[in-house]
């Protein structure tokens, strides 16, 4: 889902999410009032704290234009919980990997980062070996961003 710091859409968010086991929320290095509306969903939305939960600054092919530091960014993640990751859509940078780690937290049933230690993490009853590939990966030039 992208609301680009909408309110007007904020009230369609939980039914984008509901039941899902993890969330990705996006914000825009270059954008202050991107970064400050993903704040404002993790303060106001109860639910979404229960779900493995990425954080990713986006557009880092935007340095020159950056209002959100990449240690704003990760000081952010720490404090809710999350994985955090920068990438560019426009190169391809890093746009795997979040994806891919976020798979791979919810197959093995981890919690957020921190929480595997309290509980043991894995699943419950068992462990299951899963392979998350790139096949069909991303290729730079496909976005329209």
Not at 1 to 16: D, I, T, V
Not at 76 to 104: C, I, M, W, Y
Request: aromatic share 8%; hydrophobic share 30%.
């Amino acid at each position: 889902m992208k609301f680009q710091g909408q309110e007007r859409f904020h009230a369609l968010s939980p039914s984008y999410y509901r039941g899902a086991h993890g969330l990705v929320l996006v914000y825009s290095i270059d954008s202050r009032r991107s970064f400050e509306f993903i704040e404002m969903m993790l303060h106001t939305e109860a639910d979404i704290s229960s779900k493995q939960l990425t954080i990713i600054g986006n557009k880092s092919d935007l340095e020159l234009e950056r209002q959100v530091t990449t240690a704003e960014g990760e000081a952010f993640a720490r404090k809710h919980g999350a994985r955090f990751f920068e990438t560019s859509a426009k190169t391809g940078s890093n746009v795997d990997e979040p994806f891919v780690q976020l798979a791979e937290d919810i197959i093995a049933g981890h919690g957020p980062p921190g929480e595997d230690e309290k509980d043991g993490g894995g699943t419950a009853g068992g462990s299951r070996t899963v392979e998350v590939t790139k096949e069909g990966a991303w290729r730079a030039g496909s976005c329209s961003c």
